[in-house]
């Protein structure tokens, strides 16, 4: 190891960050079935939850707060700067978490919502995960140079990817909090890509973290995405149930999360 190693908390080598995210990959992949079986008590089902629970906004801040604050620590101390890859991927993940952290939470319209601390502790520590792997090998592994990636296929499908994926996530989040403007209640959403799905918000979540994937092309990256995805999809297929229990005349032609599939 050599002394301009960059490190938060612990010190590892290449391999064995690999193998770590190997390992965060794998727990993904076991926790996805029990996923698909329950229903994270939060937003629309949190009010049968019965343990301690946390104003819905501060939730929201404290748990996406840490992702930003890991990434900015590893970029602060990251040398390789130059490399145009390594400084794209350090600003669409600022640039994600500054939005999550900071300005979703205070354009929520829930009012009294309560989040449990269980949901707020355990999406902290998948945050600080995924940052900590992401912004180690940014600062530690990722190439010194190579401005020429630009060119590269994994550079402009990568950015391609998430951007669309950002523009996707943030316009239905914003159909979906407007939806607040006259009622207090849940309404069947309209426009964009609610036409052909219950969640598009999650569908853009994951094509933003795909193309980060893309991007980077590295393990840490994949296990992000991956665990977006068994994050994610559950989740929507959750919505998509409730949605048509509670909506007689949900219309029926929309899937839950990918478009024609699922
Ligand atoms: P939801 O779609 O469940 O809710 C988003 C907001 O819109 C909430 O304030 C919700 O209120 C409100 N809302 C949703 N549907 C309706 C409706 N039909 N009528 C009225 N209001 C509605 O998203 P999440 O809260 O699960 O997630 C928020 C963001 O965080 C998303 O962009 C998601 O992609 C991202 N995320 C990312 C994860 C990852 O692993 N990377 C994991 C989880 C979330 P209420 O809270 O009262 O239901």
Request: aromatic letters at 18%; proline letters at 6%; hydrophobic letters at 45%.
């Amino acid at each position: 190891m050599t002394d301009t190693h960059h490190y938060f908390l612990l010190s590892v080598s290449q391999s064995t960050l690999n193998y770590i995210a190997l390992g965060w990959i794998g727990l993904a992949v076991i926790i996805f079935p029990y996923l698909l079986k329950t229903i994270s008590p939060y937003g629309r089902y949190a009010d049968k939850y019965k343990g301690p629970m946390i104003n819905n906004k501060l939730s929201w801040f404290f748990m996406e707060v840490p992702s930003f604050a890991v990434i900015l620590w590893f970029f602060y101390n990251t040398p390789n700067l130059e490399n145009k890859m390594v400084l794209t991927a350090y600003m669409l993940w600022i640039i994600h978490y500054f939005n999550r952290a900071f300005i979703f939470p205070l354009r929520l319209r829930t009012k009294k919502k309560k989040m449990p601390l269980s949901i707020m502790l355990s999406g902290a520590f998948f945050n600080i995960v995924n940052a900590w792997l992401n912004g180690y090998w940014l600062a530690n592994f990722a190439p010194k140079t190579h401005t020429d990636l630009l060119d590269t296929p994994h550079y402009i499908i990568g950015v391609a990817v998430f951007i669309i994926g950002f523009i996707i996530n943030q316009y239905h989040d914003t159909i979906l909090i407007h939806l607040r403007k006259f009622n207090t209640g849940y309404k069947i959403p309209h426009g964009g890509l609610f036409k052909y799905v219950s969640c598009p918000n999650y569908l853009g979540e994951i094509l933003e973290w795909v193309g980060f994937a893309i991007l980077c092309w590295n393990l840490p990256a994949l296990s992000f995405a991956i665990w977006t995805m068994a994050n994610l999809i559950p989740r929507a297929l959750n919505h998509h149930k409730w949605y048509k229990q509670k909506f007689e005349h949900y219309p029926e032609s929309r899937k839950a999360i990918f478009p024609r599939l699922l």
